[in-house]
């Protein structure tokens, strides 16, 4: 049972991590100094279906599954079983990768000029 537990407690940290890196960098328009955590989590994020690092949290969620005697998860990953074909088809997910990135960047856009206008804000006026 605590093998269950401990492989259920690290799925929704996964499911946590991915919604952060879809929605972190709004976050950072209200906390700004979560920008930081938010680039250090796209570059894991990205960095783990460009240059195919392996996410410890899949490892992990595996390991738990196998101790608690259930199914580990499949090769291909946590995405692959939990998301693609059940909360969107596996044709779209080009469009899903194409909107997750659009996100991020918006939300960065938006980050830079909030900053931007608090600077003008904060600096005293020309005389």
């Known amino acids: 049972m605590l093998f269950r537990l401990a492989a259920d407690l690290t799925a929704a940290a996964h499911f946590a991590f991915i919604a952060y890196v879809v ?14 955590a938010h680039l250090v989590a796209v570059g894991w ?5 460009v240059a195919g690092y392996d996410c410890p949290l899949t490892h992990l969620e595996d390991w738990a599954r196998r101790r608690a005697g259930e199914a580990g998860l499949p090769s291909s990953g946590f ?4 998301l693609t074909g059940v ?3 596996e044709s779209a997910l080009g469009l899903v990768r194409a909107l997750v990135a659009v996100c ?3 939300s960065w856009v ?3 000029l909030l900053r ?3 600077g ?3 600096s005293p006026a020309a005389s």
């Open 45 to 49: 994020g990205f960095g783990t279906i």
């Open 110 to 112: 938006g980050f830079a």
């Open 120 to 122: 003008r804000d904060r």
């Open 23 to 36: 929605v972190g960098g709004f976050l950072a328009w209200r906390w700004p100094r979560t920008i930081w």
């Open 104 to 106: 991020v960047v918006a």
């Open 87 to 89: 909360i969107y088809p």
């Open 116 to 118: 931007r206008r608090a």
């Open 79 to 82: 995405i692959d079983h939990y």
